[in-house]
């Protein structure tokens, strides 16, 4: 890390935050200070405020949950996760966050995806397999996911972020997953009783 | 995506609650065990938590320059 930084173990940033008084603040403009420097390589380019913000909302998060640190990874490391969260939700949140499951998966479900995946220069054997696969997976997406896998499973394809996925579900980030992963094994066995390995 | 689902398969949660252990494994060169194989593998499946994983690698590797 930053030889700049005085070197703290786990303990006392736990203690020194949880504590009001100077050594919080001393501790508050380090932690600071070291997300600011880390973000600033992979974020900087979204500017100053941006950065300045998604630290200061991560730093609430860290107060807030640093019982569940569990020193599995230097303290620096588990707060600079959250900060990345933070700013990565954020980014997340400003592409896709207008954007509804429904019209998602509409613009750009299998058969869009078909398009742009079926290779035009492909010899024509390989165009008419490609094309049998989506037609067959076409068809899985219809008759073996329920309508929420169906809208939730196009739009990951489509790029769709989990946590905007599980927020436009009103649901959370783990249940969504598993919905996710249900319909993944359904379409996966469907494509083995099609013969369709890997 | 559909060909690489596994019976069992950690969620975002879990993943995201290893990442930290999991750069700090890869970047001191340690044998990865075997959760973090299993945290390894979700990245594998999932963009967004292969997403969270590189900036965090990122910005670890921009604190130590």
């Known amino acids: 890390m930053n030889s700049s930084l005085p070197v703290r173990d786990a303990e006392t940033w736990r203690r020194e935050l949880s504590n009001p008084g100077p050594s919080q603040d001393q501790a508050l403009n380090e932690l600071r200070r070291l997300l600011l420097a880390g973000l600033s390589g992979g974020f900087g380019r979204h500017g100053n405020a941006f950065l300045e913000d998604i630290v200061q909302e991560a730093i609430v998060k860290i107060l807030k949950h640093l019982n569940d640190f ?84 196009l739009s ?27 319909a993944r094994k359904r379409l996966k066995a469907g494509l083995e009783s099609h013969s369709y390995t890997r | 995506m559909i060909q690489a689902t596994r019976e069992q398969e950690l969620t975002c949660d879990k993943c995201l609650g290893h990442l930290a252990e999991l750069a700090e494994t890869e970047l001191q060169l340690k044998p990865l065990c075997q959760a973090l194989n299993e945290v390894s593998a979700h990245l594998d499946n999932c963009p967004d938590c292969a997403e969270h994983y590189a900036a965090l690698r990122s910005a670890m590797e921009t604190l130590k320059e």
Request: proline share 4%; with cysteine; aromatic share 4%.
């Open chain 1, 70 to 153: 569990s020193g599995k990874s230097r303290f620096t490391t588990w707060a600079m996760s959250i900060a990345v969260r933070t700013a990565l939700s954020e980014l997340r949140h400003k592409r896709w966050g207008q954007i509804s499951l429904e019209q998602c998966a509409e613009e750009t479900g299998v058969d869009a995806a078909a398009r742009d995946v079926v290779d035009p220069g492909a010899d024509p054997a390989q165009q008419t397999a490609e094309q049998n696969l989506f037609a067959v997976l076409h068809h899985l997406i219809q008759t073996v996911l329920t309508p929420k896998q169906r809208v939730a499973i």
């Open chain 1, 156 to 182: 990951e394809v489509a790029g769709m972020p989990m946590e905007e996925i599980a927020a436009k579900l009103e649901s959370n980030l783990n249940a969504t997953y598993k919905l996710l992963h249900d």
